[in-house]
């Protein structure tokens, strides 16, 4: 009602236009400029992205690619580390858990750090003249996945456009206005890092900015491109105009009285993989420039949209609005505990869609822990990859939410990992097979990092193969189960063959030395661990079922499965995190690592195992409501698969609104990404449930989200499902078979079971029976 009253004094001229996007249904959008970088607005095409702040004077979009990390080519192995395994369990298993942490010091990582994701640089527009503008509005426009800025000023109405494109490899910019002649501006490019040249020539259409340098502080002799043992890397700006004049200087380039200014921005590094730094990365901002010459914004904008949209636009989510959609994003934001907005409950999960499309496509390197975008130059954790929960969260919606190609790069990742985590299997541990613990970097680092109190924990590699398994169990894809999934899972299974130990107290075979992420310090046989390698070899035994290979394997692993030690519930009624029955119900860490069983992992569930549902349940009340975004994120899954509804939402709505920052990126000091993908895959746990061999319709659907639809999300045994529901039943569901097969459904009590060829879509009632 807000948005048509506004729209009707526009009409009759009693109110100035541009208060509001005209269609913001999935748009972020802001009546001010970002101030800070978290409330600067993030574009990417999985291997560039870009921060845009919206400013009017100085705008500043600062940029990333995804390969400029600090470091050379390393292997990080301690060739003293299997010498001190054995002491180092028969510490643990004698209770001498600080004499245990102390010597392991010695399996650890050489060195013991690992490498930081970085910054490449700022393309800045200058505007002296744009003093005093009225209706000011930036966007996100997650429909497009492009940015805007317009606003007025003198009478005229400017604006700008920017995109980051998958197809053209480039970030394009456009900024023009309403009247001829009206653009005189300023563009520079600069970088933060000291080893950089710049180099600013005119051109036969307008100018050509270009910066190129180094990642390390050594002298400039150094600096010759031919010196192949460090990063380099170079970027290129070409400035376009539309009528007016260029002048270039060493400081960049003005653009005088322009009708409009198109930039196109492209940038790269000497990576080629983990083991070569020795790509030329002028020769690629050539290519990328060549690949759009003669190619005019509007066409490079289609191409971008359509390209995107062929990903973005699978899936469809309506919950309907009320007034609360009239206001600017961050004020929704702040306001969401208090003020019923369901539209932005879907403008947060297409969000977090939006930021895996812009963040992981193939050929580009995997979402790290700020996707793609970083202004530090130290940034938090290195901005790498976490496995011990924060990689494999950012995953979660992949599968389920139909985004299936942007797991890719992860899978890419993998099979580095398989080299590197294979001779950390052999030189620190003896054992066949790869191995990965709690981070990696951008040269495959896989020994153990940071401390030996969280350091060492081994089944990183083990928990991204479920990433592995998914993909097949989403897609049915026998060939990538062959040829791409099963080896490295059997790699993962085969070192857990051999590192699983004997417990001397209970015979249960267990692992050690490890941890309970990040908690506790070193032990023996933490809950997590057990469920992770379960998982996996359930996993693998049921991929060489499919496959038709490896019968002694299979028939090992079933048995190895059967003799590690299972699940307990301790003393509280709670689920034990470790061996011992030693939980504080009075700890609330951030980390809840032995409820892996309920969430991603499938073994416990309340229709199948009650008692550990109930127990999980104890462990989570005992954890509370409260942690970092990604812990909130983690919780909405936890209690989606604990079939409580109202309790997920109401940790939806502790994420959005206090676990949230303005431009809508979670929260861990400056962000995390992974919380963006926590709760999009949480979302879609509340709707659509297919772990545990039934495609479980509305299995938790809050009080809050009463009325709704959903279109294009993904079921387990290769299903599209649509689903639509009104005062919290369901009216509607839409089942599509994408590889043939019985769809096994649930809606509360009822069941039902269908055949069904590859291609065929039903449609069923309220009642599970066929509809129309």
Not at 16 to 30: E, G, I, K, R, S
Not at 255 to 280: C, P, Q
Not at 307 to 312: A, E, I, K, S
């Amino acid at each position: 009602m807000k948005r048509f009253l506004s729209l009707l004094l526009v009409m009759t001229g009693l109110l100035a236009p541009a208060a509001f996007p005209a269609n913001d249904a999935m748009q972020l959008w802001y009546t001010e400029p970002a101030k800070v970088w978290v409330e600067a607005l993030p574009i990417g095409n999985g291997r560039l992205g870009a921060m845009v702040f919206g400013g009017v004077e100085s705008e500043r979009i600062q940029f990333n690619e995804d390969t400029l990390w600090t470091g050379v080519p390393r292997d990080y192995i301690n060739p003293k580390a299997l010498e001190a395994l054995p002491r180092v369990r028969q510490l643990l298993f004698e209770g001498k858990q600080k004499e245990a942490e102390d010597a392991a010091w010695d399996m650890m990582s050489r060195p013991v750090h690992q490498e930081s994701y970085q910054p490449f640089g700022d393309v800045l527009l200058s505007f002296p003249d744009h003093k005093n503008v009225q209706n000011y509005v930036r966007t996100l426009d997650l429909d497009n996945a492009l940015a805007t800025v317009q606003y007025e000023c003198n009478g005229v109405t400017y604006r700008r456009e920017i995109f980051s494109s998958y197809p053209a490899n480039i970030i394009v910019m456009r900024i023009s206005a309403d009247k001829p002649g009206a653009i005189t501006m300023g563009v520079s490019l600069t970088s933060p890092h000291k080893a950089v040249k710049f180099e600013n020539a005119a051109t036969e259409h307008g100018a050509l900015l270009k910066f190129h340098g180094r990642l390390d502080s050594g002298d400039d002799s150094k600096f010759s491109p031919e010196n192949l043992n460090i990063m380099r890397f170079e970027s290129w700006l070409s400035v376009t105009p539309e009528g007016g004049e260029v002048g270039v200087t060493d400081d960049g380039a003005t653009v005088y009285n322009a009708d409009a200014v198109t930039l196109r921005l492209s940038a790269a590094t000497s990576y080629k993989n983990f083991r070569d730094i020795g790509e030329v990365p002028a020769e690629h901002c050539l290519a990328d420039m060549k690949l759009n010459e003669g190619k005019s914004f509007e066409q490079l904008k289609a191409e971008h949209v359509a390209d995107y949209q062929t990903l973005f636009d699978r899936v469809h989510f309506d919950l309907g609005s009320t007034p609360a959609a009239d206001q600017p994003t961050n004020v929704r934001i702040k306001k969401f505990a208090e003020e019923f907005d369901p539209q932005l409950v879907v403008l947060y999960y297409q969000y977090g869609r939006y930021l895996l499309i812009s963040s992981s496509r193939p050929g580009s390197q995997p979402a790290n822990l700020q996707g793609i975008w970083n202004q530090e130059l130290q940034p938090p954790w290195d901005s790498k990859w976490t496995v011990n929960i924060n990689t494999e969260m950012n995953y979660w919606p992949a599968e389920m939410c139909n985004l299936s190609e942007c797991a890719d790069p992860l899978f890419d990742m993998l099979d580095d990992l398989v080299i590197t985590g294979g001779k950390v299997a052999r030189v620190h541990y003896g054992c066949r097979g790869w191995v990965l613990h709690h981070n990696t970097d951008i040269w495959r680092g896989a020994a153990p990092i940071n401390h030996t109190n969280h350091g060492i924990w081994m089944t990183g590699g083990a928990w991204l193969c479920q990433n592995l398994w998914l993909h097949y169990a989403f897609t049915h894809d026998r060939a990538f189960l062959e040829n791409r999934a099963y080896p490295v899972m059997k790699g993962a299974a085969l070192f857990f063959v051999d590192f699983l130990v004997e417990d001397p107290k209970t015979g249960w075979l267990i692992s050690t030395p490890s941890n309970s992420p990040e908690n506790g310090g070193l032990v023996a046989g933490p809950t997590m661990d057990h469920q992770i390698i379960r998982n996996l070899f359930s996993n693998v035994i049921q991929a060489s079922e499919i496959l038709g290979v490896d019968e002694d394997l299979r028939a090992q692993l079933v048995d190895m499965k059967a003799r590690i030690a299972p699940n307990q519930i301790g003393r509280f009624g709670q689920l034990q995190e470790w061996l011992e029955d030693k939980d504080d119900p009075n700890n609330q860490h951030r980390h809840v690592s032995h409820l892996w069983g309920l969430h991603p992992g499938n073994e416990i569930t309340p229709l199948n195992t009650p008692d550990l549902a109930k127990a999980a349940r104890v462990s989570l009340e005992h954890r509370g409501d409260g942690g970092t975004g990604w812990s909130k994120a983690w919780k909405v899954n936890f209690w989606a698969r604990l079939l409580d509804g109202d309790h997920s939402y109401l940790m939806l709505t502790e994420l959005i609104s206090t676990g949230t920052l303005p431009n809508m990126f979670d929260t861990h000091p400056p962000f995390q990404i992974d919380g963006n993908f926590g709760g999009t895959s949480g979302i879609t746990e509340m709707l659509l449930q297919s772990h545990t061999g039934e495609i479980n319709l509305l299995p938790a659907l809050p009080g809050g989200l009463k009325s709704g639809s959903i279109s294009g999300l993904r079921a387990r045994g290769a299903f599209e499902i649509g689903l639509e529901w009104k005062d919290g039943k369901l009216v509607k569901a839409s089942v599509k078979s994408l590889a043939g097969g019985t769809a096994h459904l649930r809606y509360g009590d009822l069941q039902k079971e269908i055949a069904m060829d590859a291609g065929q879509i039903i449609t069923l009632d309220g009642q599970l029976n066929p509809a129309g």
